[in-house]
């Protein structure tokens, strides 16, 4: 099994990171050139398969192989009221997952990929971060861990999101230690809170940026005082995949922020990502800004779980079997672009 034994050897491991295969990116773009259509006529279609290519290092891409990984945590600060459900929910919908009663189930069977649901002590919340950071060295590697080691390598393309009652609280602090703006700037309403739980949770996210200060030079040490177990898996997991040189699709708003500590210590780390959708949850669309990332869709959805994520698979689909599909004007006898 993976293990990191300290924060300094994940942090090595996080500069160390692969580069794609550029040839692979260019034999597609000659094939697009070639395919029986005006030039980059199907827009971020054609860019989507030269980045598949990309990452697997091969054309034509495939998609043979698609994983969604769901990683379930649960989060101490609930007891601050941040949340319009209790924490006995994330087992709750962990057992829907696995019964295939919920909307993750149906998108990820529609999109031919397999789900896998990772729960992470659940019985074990992690500390209420406005009296202590959420976990110590030990818990947050452990959690890391567990995520790398959930990246099978040769899959073709993996999709992260999560479950935990409280989490969009965790990704809130977590964006405002790692961008600056308070509460204020980051907090939404989450599982539907009101206004007085808005204003309670950008008041609670002050109050753990205030008690956890010392974190706020390191993007590891803020991930393991503001994050969650299954933030910190996600982490592991798109690192992991890195490391493999296999695509991701990230989620929605916690999902993104679990992997922005990634971007702040290498700017490199999240080449190989793509943001499934830009949610609805407040935040979401300045974390994309930030770190450089385009949605593939934009839904009004905040579900989390992966839902946007597998529904963007379909997409992906569809951008790669145009490539392959299409015939060449050669091929269709059609003629060309005159000169």
């Given amino acids: 099994m993976t293990t990191f034994a300290s924060m300094a050897d994940l942090r090595a491991a996080c500069a160390d990171l692969p580069a794609g295969d550029a040839a692979a990116a260019e034999a597609v773009a000659r094939r697009e050139a070639e395919l029986t259509k005006p030039p980059h006529s199907l827009g971020r279609l054609e860019q989507i398969v030269a980045w598949l290519a990309h990452w697997q290092g091969r054309n034509p891409p495939r998609l043979d192989r698609v994983e969604v990984h769901v990683f379930a945590g649960n989060h101490g600060v609930t007891a601050q009221g941040v949340s319009a459900y209790p924490a006995d929910v994330t087992a709750q919908m962990v057992a829907n997952f696995a019964a295939g009663g919920a909307a993750i189930n149906q998108l990820a069977r529609t999109a031919g990929a397999a789900l896998r649901v990772h729960p992470l002590e659940l019985g074990r919340p992690t500390e209420d971060f406005t009296l202590a950071p959420a976990m110590d060295e030990g818990a947050f590697l452990a959690a890391v861990a567990a995520g790398h080691e959930a ?3 040769g899959t073709d393309l993996v999709c992260l999101g999560e479950m935990g009652i409280g989490n969009t609280t965790a990704a809130a602090a977590l964006c405002a230690a790692l961008f600056g703006g308070g509460g204020v700037r980051w907090a939404g309403r989450g599982t539907g809170v009101d206004d007085e739980g808005l204003a309670r949770k950008r008041a609670v996210i002050d109050r753990a940026l205030a008690r956890n200060a010392a974190a706020l030079g390191d993007p590891l040490s803020i991930a ?3 994050g969650g177990r299954e933030l910190a898996a996600i982490l592991g997991a798109v690192l992991a995949a890195r490391r493999q040189r296999t695509p991701v699709l990230l989620d929605g708003f916690v999902a993104t922020a ?24 407040a935040g979401h669309r300045m974390l994309l800004a930030q770190l450089d990332l385009a949605p593939v869709l934009d839904l009004d959805m905040r579900l989390g779980e992966a839902s946007g994520a597998a529904v963007a698979v379909l997409v992906v689909r569809a951008a790669l079997a ?7 004007f050669s091929e269709a ?5 005159s000169p």
């Fill in 151 to 153: 990246v099978a390598p």
């Fill in 258 to 281: 679990a992997a922005a500590p990634l971007a702040k210590l290498n700017p490199a780390a999240l080449e190989h990502v793509l943001a499934g959708h830009v949610s609805a949850e």
């Fill in 224 to 226: 393991a005082a503001f």
């Fill in 333 to 337: 006898k059609v003629a060309g672009k």
């Fill in 322 to 328: 145009c490539h392959a599909g299409m015939a060449t």
